[in-house]
């Protein structure tokens, strides 16, 4: 699905000295290399604190801390996601409220993120999902008039810019109120191990994250809130620090995969290609993801591993069917898209060394496969 060794070839004369320079320096935790990868990374996402952590999912997790949500306090969310952003709600005894996305783009829907608002929802967390934000106009607007925290999963749409109704543009992870991203691997900007970080333009909330992330505190040994031990090491750093300028370029290379994918299969009626909600710098590509209909989806993924052509279903269970997370408020007639996204979504390959033979060698399998 990704070809992490492809591009470490391209960058290593960058990566490997950077890497050898915190081995040298032993200053592996705090390190200067985490304080410079922050300020680069607050100037090219255009927010005003970046605060790195362990990985992805305590981003969001701290990131509620630093919210001051309090166990029964309801947070909407997608059905249709990776788990991790349900699990934390969950685990700080906050009461996740799962709502159907857009058949579309893929992301929350606004008519029924509206209609799960009740007197004890405190926060929504869009998650901008496959690599293209979700309706933050609308969401920013509803979270104003109920007075509702804003946590963007920004885990697969580091980079991708969202043009709001006024033609402003900003970078997704810059939009809510608070924001959390992932450098594990595969994701757009990936370290080599795990990594996160939490975006925020509020320096109140900066300050009490900063401390959430390691172990509350603010002074050395006192310890003013219950925290966590969640940082970004320095060979991360050095690691995300090197590919930062290559960011945009990047994601470049895989909007140029996602345009010769879509070009490939416009003629087949089996396949629908991913929609844009936006212009052409409002996706990134974290996933190529297609709508096979009147197709068995899964023949079709076990005919292209046959084929020695990897390829996943993101995600295969909707979230409210997980076990951990069943709840007898929910309806089924209210997960009407996610029910059948779930059956019908296959990512192709999608990295930044995709070549024109490999692209070619991908559809030509799948469009045989269809026509049969
Ligand atoms: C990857 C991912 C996460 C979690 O990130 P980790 O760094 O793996 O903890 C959270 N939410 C979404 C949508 C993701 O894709």
Same mark, same amino acid.
Not at 17 to 39: D, L, M, R, S, Y
Not at 55 to 67: C, F, K, V, W
Not at 227 to 248: C, E, F, M, T, W
């Given at each position: 699905?990704?070809?992490?060794?492809?591009?470490?070839?391209?960058?290593?004369?960058?990566?490997?000295?950077?890497?050898?320079?915190?081995? @040298?320096?032993?200053?592996?935790?705090?390190?200067?290399?985490?304080? @410079?990868? $922050?300020?680069?990374?607050?100037?090219?996402?255009? =927010?005003? +604190?970046?605060?790195?952590?362990?990985?992805?999912? %305590?981003?969001?997790?701290?990131?509620?801390?630093?919210?001051?949500?309090?166990?029964?306090? @309801?947070?909407?969310?997608?059905?249709?996601?990776?788990?991790?952003?349900?699990? &934390?709600?969950?685990?700080?005894?906050?009461?996740? =409220?799962? /709502?159907? &996305?857009?058949?579309?783009?893929?992301?929350?829907?606004?008519?029924?993120?509206?209609? *799960?608002?009740?007197?004890?929802?405190?926060?929504?967390?869009?998650? +901008?999902?496959?690599?293209?934000?979700?309706?933050?106009?609308?969401?920013?607007?509803?979270?104003?008039?109920?007075?509702?925290?804003?946590?963007?999963?920004?885990?697969?749409?580091?980079?991708?810019?969202?043009? %709001?109704?006024?033609?402003?543009?900003?970078?997704?992870?810059?939009?809510?109120?608070?924001?959390?991203?992932?450098?594990?691997?595969?994701?757009?900007?990936?370290?080599?191990?795990?990594?996160?970080?939490?975006?925020?333009?509020?320096?109140?909330?900066? +300050?009490?994250?900063?401390?959430? /992330?390691?172990?509350?505190?603010?002074?050395?040994? !006192? !310890?003013? /809130?219950?925290?966590?031990?969640?940082?970004?090491?320095?060979?991360?750093?050095? =690691?995300?620090? *090197?590919?930062?300028? !290559?960011?945009?370029?990047?994601?470049?290379?895989?909007? @140029?995969?996602?345009?010769?994918?879509?070009?490939?299969?416009?003629?087949? %009626?089996?396949?629908?290609?991913?929609?844009?909600?936006?212009?052409?710098?409002?996706?990134?590509?974290?996933?190529?993801?297609?709508?096979?209909?009147?197709?068995?989806?899964?023949?079709?993924?076990? !005919?292209?591993?046959?084929?020695?052509?990897?390829?996943? &279903?993101?995600?295969?269970?909707?979230?409210?069917? $997980?076990?951990?997370?069943? %709840?007898?408020?929910?309806?089924?007639?209210?997960?009407?898209?996610?029910? $059948?996204?779930?059956?019908?979504?296959?990512?192709?390959?999608? +990295?930044?060394?995709?070549?024109?033979?490999?692209?070619?060698?991908?559809?030509?399998?799948?469009?045989?496969?269809?026509?049969?």
């Amino acid at each position: 699905m990704v070809d992490l060794k492809g591009q470490y070839n391209n960058i290593k004369d960058v990566v490997n000295p950077a890497i050898q320079e915190v081995i @040298e320096t032993t200053a592996f935790i705090n390190g200067p290399k985490v304080h @410079e990868f $922050q300020k680069n990374l607050e100037q090219y996402s255009g =927010v005003k +604190h970046v605060i790195p952590c362990a990985n992805g999912t %305590d981003a969001l997790q701290i990131a509620m801390m630093g919210l001051g949500l309090k166990p029964g306090d @309801e947070v909407i969310t997608a059905d249709f996601t990776f788990a991790a952003t349900v699990e &934390v709600i969950a685990l700080l005894n906050l009461t996740p =409220v799962l /709502v159907d &996305v857009n058949s579309d783009d893929f992301n929350i829907n606004i008519d029924a993120l509206k209609n *799960a608002i009740t007197p004890k929802t405190k926060a929504i967390v869009p998650v +901008h999902l496959f690599g293209q934000c979700a309706n933050m106009d609308a969401i920013m607007e509803i979270a104003n008039e109920n007075n509702l925290f804003v946590i963007e999963d920004n885990a697969q749409a580091i980079g991708a810019t969202y043009t %709001d109704k006024n033609g402003v543009k900003t970078k997704a992870g810059a939009i809510g109120h608070v924001s959390a991203t992932s450098f594990f691997p595969s994701k757009n900007l990936g370290c080599y191990g795990d990594g996160g970080a939490i975006f925020t333009n509020n320096d109140d909330l900066a +300050h009490t994250i900063r401390g959430i /992330v390691n172990h509350g505190m603010y002074v050395r040994y !006192h !310890h003013d /809130v219950v925290g966590v031990n969640s940082r970004l090491d320095s060979i991360q750093a050095a =690691v995300l620090d *090197a590919k930062l300028p !290559h960011l945009d370029t990047y994601n470049r290379k895989r909007r @140029e995969a996602a345009n010769k994918y879509d070009n490939a299969f416009k003629a087949i %009626d089996n396949i629908e290609t991913p929609y844009r909600n936006g212009g052409d710098d409002s996706h990134v590509f974290h996933q190529y993801t297609l709508k096979i209909k009147g197709v068995d989806r899964d023949a079709l993924a076990q !005919h292209l591993n046959e084929n020695n052509i990897p390829c996943g &279903v993101y995600y295969p269970i909707p979230l409210h069917k $997980q076990k951990a997370y069943l %709840d007898a408020r929910y309806n089924e007639a209210n997960f009407k898209v996610t029910n $059948q996204l779930v059956q019908e979504v296959i990512s192709l390959p999608m +990295h930044t060394e995709l070549d024109d033979e490999q692209i070619e060698y991908i559809t030509s399998t799948i469009i045989k496969f269809i026509n049969g």
